[in-house]
Each structure stands twice: as C-alpha cells, then as structure tokens.
C-alpha cells in the first residue's frame, strides 16, 4: 500500500497506526501540505457537523492555528502538534454512512445567488452542496462569505472565524481545487445555521442617525485611558456598556486603541475564568484576532466584540490569582512552570519577559507548552488562544502585550490535560526518522 493510500486509509479508519501513517506521509516531498489536504478533503463531509449543533467540533478548525504557530517551533514540536490536531480531527462524530453517501453525491450549480438565498433561509445542507459547484473557491469568495456573517454572533462568533480561518488554511495550502471546495462548503454549511443578531441589533439603535465608521489607526492612549475603558467592558451591564462604547466610537476613537482595550479585558476575564472555563473564556483571543485580521469599519462589530468579552463573569481584584515575582525570567523557566501547573509563576515569567521587549519569545515558549497538551481535551482552544496572540501582538501597545501573555500564561497553567497523545505522535516520528 502506498504512503498516501495508508494515510487516506488511517483518515477514514482511524485506528492505532494512525501516527506511524503521519509520519510516513510528512516524511515524503511536501509530506506537510499534502496531508492537511487530505485530511480535510476525506473528513469534512464524514464529520456529523448537525449532531454538534449549536457548537463546532474544532478539529478541523485548530488547523490554522497549527500552522500559524510553525514559526514559532521547531520542527518536532510543530510535526508533533499537527499529528495530534489531525488526530483529534479524526476522530470527531461521524455521519452514518447514508448519509455521507449524500453528502458525496451533493453539487449545487455554484451561484452567489442560490448560496445567499441558502444562507439567508437557513438551509446548511443546501448551503454546503451549493458550494461544491465553485470550480475554485478563491480569497474573495470566503471575504464574501464573512461579510454575510459579520453581524451573527451564533456561538459567540463562530461564524465570522471560520470563515477567516479557513480563508488562511486554504492559502497556506496553495489552494488545492478539491480541498478548497471542501473549506468553503463548511464554512457555509456554518454561515446558514440558525442565527444570532441580538448584539448588532442594540449596537445599531444606538448609532442611529450617526455616520461613524472605525478607521484601522495605531493606539495611542495612555494606560490611564485605556484601563477605564477596560473597567466599562468588564464591570458594566450590556445596556450601559453599549451606551459607553458606542459612546467611544461616535467620538473618532480608531481600531488600534480599541481593540487593545478589548484585548486588556478579556485578559481579565481570562486571569477571573474558573479552571472549567479557562478554554471557552479564552475563545474571545480568537474571536479578537479574525477583527485584527479582517479590519472592520462597521462599529456594530467592534459592540459585538465588548459585549462577547463582556459576557463572561468577572471576579473581585482580592480573589484574583497574581504573578509571583521572576527574579530571571526565562522562556525554559515559563514552560517548566505551565507544566507543573503554577499558574502564579508563568505568569510572573510571562511578566518579566513581556517587560524586558521579549514578549515574542514568552510567546514561543506558551506555543510550545500548547504543543504537549491533547487537543482533545481542551476542544484545541490552547492552540487557537496562542495562535491568536500571535496574530494580536503586533498590534498591541506594550500594555496590551503584557496583559495577553500573562492571561495566557495563566490559561495554560490552569488547563493542562494529558501529554500522552503528543509523546505517541513524537515516538512514531522519531521512529521515521531513524530509520531514514
């Protein structure tokens, strides 16, 4: 059996031989590339996308964020962390196999307006046949499948990063025919489910007669400034908090200074979520990072986003788990205390690096620490949380950089689950790679 046909087969058959077939795959020419094509051309229509309703399995999903992190990690822990994503992926719900016969067989004519009309009735299944009529889904195909979504906030914003996140995988896969039909028939299948406009709704009554637009400028508020708009989105009730933000953005305030408050507040939120908490708390990085990526003008979505971070509870300051001091802050030192599960010490590590301009390499250092946990176990939100402060750092003031490593330094020391997947992946690797 060739490499590719055990590869196909492990995708459709999971069984224990499924990272020995992995590594044997990413070991050929484009070995990485060509099995992420495969795995999301062979599972996207096997995958019981319905049973998870109103959530999204996030297998398929955490795809970009392992990819995203790649510059991050060295090739081990990279080759490791996309073994065990693919694993989770794998071995997601299944459809039975009627239905998967129906779903293989399913191609709409590919017309804007069929997938539209799908997309606004609410008829997924429909939705995601149309799709597979497009010859090649390009960028501004998924761009105009965003834009459809930008304002349904169903599953806290769901909608919005599958679409962006999948725009990305299918870029940073070259854009493969099959493959990108399949990417963009889930992202509709996701666009058309049933919908959520409450927050836009209240956001546009209080913008009513107000020409506002939020231009992409750098922040320039002082912390003073933007520790008060912090203290609006994390302590307000949702009525008064959209009349203070819409307040900020009827005033000219840009994208830049707030999107750094939003980030130092779901921040907090992050260091207040309760250990069961700590993943779906930290989904608001995610859904920050698709603003940072997409750069909307309209301000009903920058309300959508205060009132998501808004959302989750916020605890009194007193309760409040704190750095402990970092005599030598150190990227080793974070990993070892994210490991050994003190939360109070990476953070001060997270800290110390942050403050002395090495917030990149207090960033590697949590991707790493991200690679050694089951994706499963968590739903893959430690890996989409670093992969969203990769895309966020960049545009964040210092201030804002320090508050996101240190929540997620917290995050990953508070949600460590079992490294006993990662450790299978790598030994199937390195067994390859003596070999060869």
Not at 142 to 155: K, P, V
Not at 374 to 402: K, R, S, Y
Request: aromatic content about 6%; glycine content about 6%.
């Amino acid at each position: 059996m060739s490499v590719e046909s055990r590869w196909q087969q492990a995708l459709e058959t999971p069984t224990a031989g499924f990272f020995e077939a992995f590594a044997a795959c990413v070991a050929e020419p484009d070995g990485v590339r060509n099995a992420i094509r495969e795995a999301v051309k062979t599972l996207i229509p096997r995958l019981d996308w319905e049973a998870y309703l109103p959530h999204v399995p996030h297998g398929i999903l955490g795809l970009r964020s392992v990819l995203r992190l790649r510059p991050l990690l060295d090739d081990r822990s990279f080759h490791r962390a996309l073994a065990i994503q693919l694993h989770m992926a794998a071995h997601e719900g299944r459809r039975s196999p009627q239905a998967l016969a129906q779903v293989l067989a399913a191609k709409g004519s590919g017309q804007w307006r069929n997938l539209e009309a799908f997309i606004q009735s609410r008829r997924p299944g429909l939705a995601y046949a149309e799709a597979q009529g497009f010859e090649l889904p390009e960028a501004g195909d998924f761009q105009r499948l965003g834009q459809l979504t930008e304002l349904d906030m169903a599953n806290v914003g769901h909608k919005a990063v599958v679409c962006d996140h999948f725009a990305d995988l299918h870029d940073r896969l070259e854009h493969p025919k099959a493959t990108g039909r399949r990417l963009f028939g889930l992202a509709a299948w996701v666009a058309a489910t049933p919908e959520d406009t409450f927050w836009a709704r209240r956001a546009a009554k209080r913008l009513v007669g107000a020409d506002v637009a939020v231009p992409w400028t750098e922040a320039s508020l002082d912390e003073e400034a933007l520790t008060s708009q912090v203290r609006d989105i994390c302590d307000l009730g949702l009525v008064a908090l959209l009349d203070r933000f819409t307040g900020y953005l009827k005033a000219g305030q840009g994208a830049g200074d707030t999107l750094a408050a939003l980030v130092m507040a779901a921040a907090e939120k992050q260091l207040d979520a309760r250990r069961d908490l700590e993943g779906k708390t930290a989904w608001t990085f995610a859904y920050l990072a698709t603003l940072a990526r997409t750069r909307p003008v309209d301000p009903r979505i920058w309300c959508q986003a205060a009132a998501l971070v808004n959302l989750f509870p916020t605890d009194e300051p007193e309760n409040r788990v704190v750095p402990s001091a970092a005599l030598e802050p150190s990227p080793e030192a974070l990993l070892d205390a994210v490991l050994d599960l003190e939360p109070a010490l990476a953070m001060g590590h997270a800290q110390g690096l942050a403050r002395t301009g090495r917030g990149e390499v207090a960033l590697a250092a949590l991707a790493e620490a991200a690679t050694r946990n089951d994706p499963t176990f968590n739903h893959a939100h430690q890996l989409l949380a670093v992969a969203a402060a990769a895309d966020l750092l960049p545009h964040l003031p210092p201030v804002a950089q320090e508050a996101l490593l240190v929540a997620l330094a917290k995050n990953l020391a508070n949600s460590q689950g079992s490294g006993d997947l990662g450790r299978l992946a790598a030994k199937a690797l390195d067994c390859l790679s003596r070999k060869e």
